[in-house]
């Protein structure tokens, strides 16, 4: 193991408790619109179950 270094020490705490603030808090806004496809009925989606099936 190695010797403590008290300026290694330091200089490591400074870093860790240095608070990046170089970024844009700001949430960005987006516009448009979303759909979506619900698909078939349960009951349409089990008559094909049961067709790929095979009975």
């Known amino acids: 193991m190695g010797a403590y270094d008290e300026a290694e020490h330091e200089r490591r705490e400074q870093k860790t408790s240095a608070v990046d603030a170089d970024f844009d808090a700001e949430r960005p806004e987006y516009s ?5 496809d619900s698909g078939d009925s349960a009951e349409a989606l089990l008559d094909k179950f049961q067709e790929i099936k095979g009975e």
């Open 32 to 36: 448009g619109s979303l759909t979506y």
